[in-house]
């Protein structure tokens, strides 16, 4: 599977559209970008995922690069319940998630 | 939908004794179920997947005797943790993997297990 680079950690502010990116600039054609979030002493929540189009839920939206190269997801009205590490997965549908440090986000008032 | 549940949500057990994890998805069948750990400040590592009548494969360094999984039906998946003891005391979370949603990963609660 390809490997992500993803920050270590953002601020955002609460009602405020928050960015987050991910590279991943050896992904292959079969390969999907994942989202997955994981609020404190949770499992990991599904938000999105998408192959080549941009994609849009009632979560979230993830842009991918035209070269698929990179995206971004989109939170487009943070909240404080928003705060979470988010990790950008990218596998094959039949292979298994890996996850690495991901993004500590921090949605301050 | 795509809801998955953990059983107990956290267990305490006393060093030897063994300790049964239970993983359900509720509303949808899973074919392939993942045993994940997470240690603290650390992120999730996969233990196993877990096949439907089938034995479980191991990723490398887990204990396949220590860590006994079984998927007898298309719903449940149990994890044993046997001889528990300190070392072993982590974050314990399950995953199923629904078919008809892009094979999307939805995951359980998690499973706190601290052995004393």
């Known amino acids: 599977d390809a490997k992500t680079t993803q920050p270590t950690s953002m601020d955002c502010a609460e009602g405020r559209a928050a960015n987050l990116p991910c590279n991943h600039s050896?992904?292959?054609?079969?390969?999907?970008v994942y989202w997955y979030r994981q609020i404190h002493s949770q499992g990991p929540q599904y938000i999105i995922h998408?192959?080549?189009n941009n994609e849009t839920n009632e979560m979230a939206s993830l842009i991918i690069t035209e070269d698929r190269k990179s995206s971004t997801l989109i939170l487009p009205h943070a909240t404080l319940r928003d705060t979470a590490v988010y990790y950008c997965?990218?596998?094959?549908?039949?292979?298994?998630?890996?996850f690495g440090a991901g993004t500590t986000v921090t949605v301050r008032a | 939908g795509a809801v998955v549940s953990q059983h107990p949500s956290w267990v305490i057990c006393k060093s030897g004794t063994s300790v049964k994890i239970e993983c359900r998805s509720l509303?949808?069948?899973?074919?392939?179920m993942f045993w994940y750990r997470q240690f603290p400040k650390q992120s999730l590592m996969l233990m196993a997947t877990?096949?439907?009548?089938?034995?479980?494969?191991?990723e490398q360094g887990v204990e396949k005797d220590k860590f006994l999984i079984n998927h007898a039906s298309l719903t449940l998946s149990t994890l044993t943790v046997t001889s528990a003891h300190p070392e072993d005391s982590s974050f314990y979370i399950c995953?199923?993997?629904?078919?008809?949603?892009?094979?999307?990963?939805?995951f359980g609660p998690g499973t706190r297990l601290l052995v004393l």
């Open positions: 995953s199923a993997r629904a078919p008809g949603r892009g094979e999307t990963q939805y």
């Open positions: 997965i990218v596998k094959t549908n039949d292979y298994k998630l890996s």
């Open positions: 509303d949808f069948q899973a074919t392939t």
């Open positions: 998408g192959l080549k």
């Open positions: 877990s096949n439907e009548g089938s034995k479980a494969t191991y």
């Open positions: 050896t992904i292959s054609g079969n390969e999907y």
